[in-house]
């Protein structure tokens, strides 16, 4: 990724809503999936054909695909070009931005230990028995700010970072009479203990989740190796790697290792996704491209695909001659 795209893992374009992780790939989910993987730029008319062509792959419907699109263009994710009839549509340019941090995110997840300095920051609140709703609201805000449960109405995550969670629950709590929160940064003195912060992780659940992931691509990794995988395997393979290996990078609290049950499993898990996501990509991408062509003439102008480390891949024939 180039340092002129101006937009780390850690500053996020804050004007693109991706849809949330969740258990299952939602065609949303998975649009917004093939759509980071294989496109790059906000120039590439995408017309609606095209798209629906895409999702058939993996066995979505029409009716569910058009759906999708509705839902990524509410969000923000990608917009129509003009008032055209079939639609023809676009990311925006801060959609692209968002897919560039966010797939070097995916990428180099796992890559490293974390750097830990025993730092955790906490949220603890209390709202009135009649503001049911409100805690509802505040448990889905720490959520998505990357804190769990310690107990009741005490949340935690690692590391320093509190400004964002401050303002949240500034802004949902400061109009509900009684509310009282606060935000503090703390040590635990028995951290590895059993009443440690780690016991607020599901870790065996996590666990268990990579040890599946790896269960399920290892076939397909080993066919890859042979070089025995066709494009079209290819391409449904490469993206359900990388719909669920997502899902990791963004649940995982990506704790130190004396935190975590032994043997942590996260590092199989990463080999075996790297060498799925890079020995199909070009697979994939001709697949894409052969099922849109009908539909979208200059496909393969525009479909490309993302490797590690990560750096903005340019497609082949592409206009502006940097590639």
Not at 78 to 105: C, E, F, K, N, Q
Not at 229 to 249: C, E, I
Not at 294 to 304: C, G, K
Request: without cysteine; positive net charge; glycine residues 8%.
């Amino acid at each position: 990724m180039r340092e002129s795209d101006g937009v780390t893992a850690e500053q996020p374009a804050p004007d693109v809503r991706t849809p949330r992780a969740q258990h299952g790939s939602s065609p949303q989910h998975l649009l917004a999936t093939v759509l980071g993987e294989y496109l790059d730029s906000a120039d590439a008319d995408l017309p609606s054909a095209a798209v629906i062509a895409m999702l058939r792959e993996f066995g979505v419907t029409e009716p569910s695909a058009r759906a999708a699109l509705s839902r990524l263009v509410k969000r923000g994710l990608i917009a129509t070009r003009g008032d055209t009839r079939p639609p023809v549509y676009h990311l925006t340019p801060a959609a692209i931005a968002r897919h560039r941090s966010r797939m070097r995110h995916f990428l180099t997840f796992g890559a490293q230990p974390p750097h830990w300095t025993g730092d955790w920051v906490l949220v603890s609140f209390s709202i009135p028995g009649s503001g049911r709703a409100y805690r509802h609201a505040v448990r889905r805000a720490l959520t998505a700010h990357g804190f769990v449960g310690l107990y009741d109405s005490v949340w935690i995550r690692p590391g320093v970072h509190a400004t964002p969670v401050r303002a949240e629950l500034e802004s949902l709590l400061q109009p509900v009479a009684g509310a009282r929160w606060s935000v503090l940064h703390v040590r635990f003195d028995e951290e590895a203990g059993p009443h440690g912060p780690a016991a607020a992780y599901d870790l065996t659940g996590l666990a268990a989740g990579y040890t599946a992931f790896v269960a399920r691509f290892a076939p397909v990794r080993a066919a890859a190796r042979r070089g025995l995988v066709d494009p079209a395997t290819a391409l449904v393979a490469r993206t359900s790697a990388m719909d669920a290996w997502r899902r990791f990078a963004d649940t995982d609290p990506d704790l130190p290792a004396h935190l975590l049950p032994q043997p942590w499993p996260r590092g199989q898990a990463r080999e075996t996704f790297l060498d799925v996501h890079a020995r199909l990509g070009a697979l994939a991408r001709a697949r894409l491209v052969e099922v849109t062509a009908a539909h979208w003439p200059d496909a393969a102008r525009w479909i490309t695909h993302f490797d590690a480390p990560g750096d903005r891949p340019e497609p082949a024939g592409d206009p502006r001659g940097t590639g």
